[in-house]
């Protein structure tokens, strides 16, 4: 068994961190309203929305090409604002042995932290990082906040 990996980001938003958490929980077939440059469709394919367990079925563009990816929901904390979900199927999975994306909102007073966390296992030593992947949830961070920020 290969190392897991770990890329972190951390943005800024001045939008609600309390509405943001629920998009990503409750509401993610929303993003697609809210950043449709990069997500065109979100469906749930099994389970309820905001349930451990459900399985989630994403349709987004990656480096102007359309990719597909099939999520479960693994994990939810409320407390620390997180939402932790699990690839299963898709583009990544060609890279990727496993590959974990969570997304944490911190909120201090009126400023609020939102840390994309990425664990992953490489199919093999030859896959170069994908950074891209990243800046492109932190695409999406802002374009939900652009969208709630405009629609306040």
């Known amino acids: 068994m290969g190392l897991i990996e770990k890329l972190v ?7 609600d961190g309390d509405v943001f958490h629920e998009i990503f929980r409750d509401r993610p ?10 997500v065109q469709n979100v469906d749930l394919h099994l389970g309820e929305w905001g349930t451990v367990g ?3 079925f994403w349709n987004y563009t990656h480096e102007g090409k359309e990719k597909v990816a099939k999520q479960i929901i693994e994990g939810i904390d409320e407390e ?11 583009d990544l999975m060609e890279f990727y042995k496993t590959f974990k994306a969570t997304v944490h909102v911190d909120t201090v007073g009126e400023d609020n932290l ?5 664990e992953y296992e490489k199919v093999s030593e030859d896959v170069t990082e994908q950074h891209t ?14 969208h709630h920020l405009t629609n306040a």
């Open 114 to 118: 939102v840390t994309w966390t990425f």
């Open 9 to 15: 980001s951390e943005t800024n938003i001045k939008s």
């Open 80 to 90: 620390k604002k997180s939402v932790t979900f699990k690839v299963i199927e898709g």
């Open 133 to 146: 992947v990243m800046d492109l949830c932190v695409k999406m961070t802002k374009d939900i906040e652009s």
């Open 54 to 56: 459900s399985v989630i």
């Open 29 to 38: 077939h929303h993003i697609s309203d809210m950043s449709p440059d990069i």
